[in-house]
Antibody, heavy 118, light 106 residues
Framework: QVQLQESGPGLVKPSETLSLTCTVS????????WSWIRQPPGKALEWIGF???????YYNPSLKSRVTISKDTSKNQFSLKLKSVTAADTAIYYC????????????WGQGTLVTVSS | SYELTQPPSVSVSPGQTASILCSGD??????ASWYQQKPGQSPVLIIY???KRPSGIPERFSGSKSGRTATLTISVTQTMDEADYYC?????????FGGGTKLTVL
């Protein structure tokens, strides 16, 4: 059974870089598409971007200038970096799997809350 | 930018049928998916490719699509179905989520 687990600092200072990692068990990140999705407290879900089996990436145009998604095949992990954060980036960050690309997110991590504050 | 529009809230009595609509200009060309999210939990996929249910999702959840509107229907609604529901589709290579609908069962 595939499981995804997010990890990283829960508090980031304004203007700094948010860094999170998603560890995948029960599947290989060399297959499928792996996304980051966030949810500000009390608000809707927002897709950040994905990396897929080839290592290629695609980002939400609204965040593209600040986002980098990468993967470490040896650890079966993929990571998110979001630079120049502000309070508006405070959210629960989820990683999720899409088996087909432009399909649906069938498996989600438990999410991790990241607060941007000095 | 492309948007998916959902009603902010829907109320239903236990045992009745609830319908949640999701509208978007490009839904006619793309599949819709639906997710259920209970407080403090991650979203769970309940409908994909407009009408299909993943294994383990109760039959009372069904989906349909007509033109630019997708519909999630919950028949014989139970109190455990009280949650936020999100539709999702794609605009090119960008995943789009609706604003979410809070389903209240009372």
């Amino acid at each position: 059974q595939v499981q995804l687990q997010e990890s990283g600092p829960g508090l980031v200072k304004p203007s700094e870089t948010l860094s999170l990692t998603c560890t995948v068990s029960g599947d290989s990140i060399n297959r499928y598409y792996w996304s980051w999705i966030r949810q500000p407290p009390g608000k809707a879900l927002e897709w950040i971007g994905f990396i897929y089996y080839s290592g290629n990436t695609y980002y939400n145009p609204s965040l593209k200038s600040r986002v980098t998604i990468s993967k470490d095949t040896s650890k079966n992990q993929f990571s998110l970096k979001l630079k120049s954060v502000t309070a508006a980036d405070t959210a629960i960050y989820y990683c999720a799997r899409d088996k087909g690309g432009q399909n649906w997110f069938d498996t989600w991590g438990q999410g991790t809350l990241v607060t941007v504050s000095s | 930018s492309y948007e998916l529009t959902q009603p902010p809230s829907v109320s239903v009595s236990p045992g009745q049928t609830a319908s949640i609509l999701c509208s978007g200009d490009k839904l006619g060309e793309k599949y819709a998916s639906w997710y259920q999210q209970k407080p403090g939990q991650s979203p769970v996929l309940i409908i994909y490719q407009n009408t299909k249910r993943p294994s383990g999702i109760p039959e009372r959840f069904s989906g349909s699509k007509s033109g630019r509107t997708a519909t999630l229907t919950i028949s014989v609604t139970q109190t455990m179905d009280e949650a936020d529901y999100y539709c999702q589709s794609w605009d090119g290579s960008t995943a789009i989520f609706g604003g979410g609908t809070k389903l209240t069962v009372l």
